[in-house]
């Protein structure tokens, strides 16, 4: 499975927009992009995925470059308790699913 | 069916000593899967079931580390002579068959070893 390079930290104000970045110029056109995140003393939680097109949700959206090497999470709103460690991880689709996480971008949401 | 339940959140137990954890998937979901996670870092994958077949286990998972999904419902894992350096948070995860599915988490078991 693809590495994946995300900045450490980042912070932004409450009720802005909070655009997460990932790197990932190894994915091949078979594996997806996913997003977790984990808030403090919780088991991460799955936020969105995609393969090549960009994807919405109730949470968030998710925005890959045409080449698939790098995607962006867009929280469009975000809250305090958005304040956790998002995790981008690139999946291959006929593999076991399991998940490698890396260190991930801890995100903190500034009241 | 809420989410994956864990049992128990925290175990605190001797070097030595040998500790259990159960979890229990949600219900539909066949896949089944173990991380583990120190502080600070994300975690780690440790083992995957396919129903009550353990089909994948990772180099972290030492001799000592055995897991279980008898009938293929809920699934244990056992720390035989417990170290210092197994200290961390145990996390169960579930998902189904489905395609790319997402993978739900429980909420962990916090083991720390004295």
């Known amino acids: 499975d693809a590495k994946t390079t995300q900045p450490p930290s980042m912070d932004c104000a409450e009720g802005r927009a909070a655009n997460l970045p990932c790197n990932h110029s190894t994915i091949s056109g078979n594996e997806y992009v996913y997003w977790y995140r984990q808030i403090h003393s919780q088991g991460p939680q799955y936020i969105i995925h995609g393969l090549k097109n960009n994807e919405t949700n109730e949470m968030a959206s998710l925005i890959i470059t045409e080449d698939k090497k790098s995607s962006t999470l867009i929280l469009p709103h975000a809250t305090l308790r958005d304040t956790a460690v998002y995790y981008c991880i690139v999946l291959r689709m006929d593999s076991s699913y399991k998940l490698i996480f890396g260190s991930g971008t801890r995100l903190l949401v500034r009241p | 069916d809420t989410g994956v339940s864990q049992n128990p959140r925290h175990k605190i137990t001797k070097r030595g000593q040998n500790v259990t954890f159960r979890c229990d998937p949600i219900?539909?979901?066949?896949?089944l899967y173990w991380y583990r996670q120190t502080l600070g870092q994300g975690p780690e994958f440790l083992t995957y079931?396919?129903?009550?077949?353990?089909?994948?286990k990772s180099r972290l998972l030492s001799d000592r580390f055995s897991a279980e999904r008898p009938k293929g419902s809920f699934s244990t894992l056992e720390i035989q002579r417990t170290e210092q350096g197994d200290s961390a948070m145990y996390l169960c995860?579930?998902?189904?068959?489905?395609?790319?599915?997402?993978?739900?988490f429980g909420q962990g078991t916090r083991l720390t070893v004295v």
């Open positions: 995860a579930s998902s189904s068959q489905q395609g790319a599915a997402e993978a739900f």
């Open positions: 219900s539909e979901h066949n896949r």
């Open positions: 079931f396919q129903n009550e077949a353990q089909l994948e």
